[in-house]
């Protein structure tokens, strides 16, 4: 590096050049200066500060790490247009290679010696996301799976065959082993109630078509499909659970004409307490031996929402209570008093 005057400069340490004539000192900053205006974080020595080769490099893409006997070179031009973030050899900048690659689908990762090739070409095509072997790229086998239903895996050795040209015609979600593909049970199986889980060995059957002609969510054994029961099982109240040795008797045919969400024991199921509680003032929590007597009877007259022990049931106290203003809470030693009637 030289002055305007032809003299040599040497690069000396700081202090030294602090030390050095006018001429000396105002070069070096004249050099610092040019090196703040590069490209912020690149290292660069000082020899070249100022220079060409450093103008160019300041004109590249922030963050490319070159070499800096590449610097103003036109691999390096080339380098700066391709794709952002490719780490490509630089034995291979500006090559037809790079210009191919840079081309690709995004997030490939392509060996190098493949790059421009044919087989690149068609794995460019393929569905988005599917990693295929290369030696398979450009392949029937390859080209019929980028025509399956988007996010199926499929072994390589069944693409193109029969069973899958089946499997992506079947029900979205649907788990089914390859070896039964294309076969009647499948065909049965896609045709059920959605999210039925059934046995592969029941596929097609009689059980089967019942089942899907259940209300919807209940879950029946399957040895019970296709019974009396079930069809009696269907025909109840949504959301009763009923145990299955009473699936079509008269207790449940009773049960389903109650008062929804009573709680009745399976043993007064089809009594005539039971008919009267179902009569009773709905919400009223009655003890069962109770039901259908006179203190039953009376207690549902009263006035709504009145707690009263049963032991007042049908008293004359009770009489005087039911007539009193609504929502008076009067202590039970002062009812039929004279202070009540007052």
Known sequence: M?????????????????????????????????????VG??????DLVGSREIQILSELVDDLKVPLDLVGSTQIQLW??????????????????????????????????LVGSREIQILSELVDGLKVPL???????????????????????????????????LVDGLKVPLDLVGSTQIQLWSELVGGLEVPLDLVGSREIQILSELV???????????????QLWSELVDGLEVPLDLVGSTQIQLWS???????????????????????LVDGLKIPLDLVGSRQIQILSELVGGLEVPLDLVGSREIQLLSELVDGLKVPLDIVGSREIQL
């Open 257 to 279: 004409e109650l008062v929804s969400g009573l709680e009745v024991p399976l043993v007064l199921v089809g009594s005539r307490e039971i008919q009267i509680l179902s009569e």
């Open 41 to 46: 974080g690149l290292e660069v020595p000082l």
């Open 216 to 230: 919807d969510g209940l879950k029946v054994p399957l040895d019970l499909v296709g019974s009396t029961q079930i």
């Open 2 to 38: 030289f002055t305007k005057n032809g003299f040599r400069i040497i690069p000396n340490t700081p202090e030294r050049i602090l030390n050095a004539p006018n001429v000396v000192k105002n070069y070096y900053l004249k050099m610092s200066y040019l090196w703040s205006e590069l």
């Open 80 to 113: 700066s247009e391709l794709v952002d973030g490719l780490e490509v050899p630089l034995d291979l900048v500006g090559s037809t290679q790079i210009q191919l690659w840079s081309e690709l689908v995004g997030g490939l990762e392509v060996p190098l010696d």
């Open 135 to 169: 030696d398979l790229v450009g392949s029937t086998e390859i080209q019929l799976l980028s025509e399956l239903v988007d996010g199926l895996k499929v072994p390589l050795d069944l693409v193109g065959s029969r069973q899958i040209q089946l499997w992506s015609e």
